[in-house]
């Protein structure tokens, strides 16, 4: 099993489709006994919130967030922790929205304060 989420800030890879997460969204999990939950924010949304459990290297959690337009959005995420070979985390996620139509999968990967990550791999930060 990958190490723990707790304390770690994880960041899409690419941007979704307008409103939702993107480059700029920063998550940062929290985990204990098999509950993790995050607080994210940045890009198009304002203020988000995921909360669910861990069995083994599978995430299953429910979220919740605002956007800037002013909307509030909810859905439902099954993620698949990967460890990556220079040791950092990296969830694969299948998505649904519950509150609209959508669904999808993106990915998001831990950024480090040594530039790994998604902020700085075209050599500036997002």
Same mark, same amino acid.
């Given at each position: 099993m990958a190490r723990s989420l707790d304390g770690l800030v994880l960041a899409p890879v690419a941007d979704q489709a307008p409103g939702q997460v993107g480059t700029r969204t920063r998550f940062t999990y929290r985990e204990r006994d098999g509950v993790i939950w995050a607080d994210y924010a940045g890009g198009d949304v304002v203020r988000g919130h995921l909360v669910g459990v861990r069995e083994g290297d599978r995430l299953d959690f429910r979220y919740v967030q605002l956007g800037h337009d *002013?909307?509030?959005? $909810? *859905?439902?995420?099954? $993620?698949?922790?990967v460890e990556l070979p220079d040791g950092r985390l990296r969830l694969d996620e299948t998505w649904e929205w519950e509150s609209r139509p959508g669904s999808g999968t993106s990915v998001v990967e831990q950024v480090t304060e040594h530039g790994h990550g998604t902020g700085s791999r075209n050599g500036t930060a997002d």
């Open positions: *002013g909307t509030t959005s $909810s *859905g439902h995420c099954v $993620s698949a922790v």
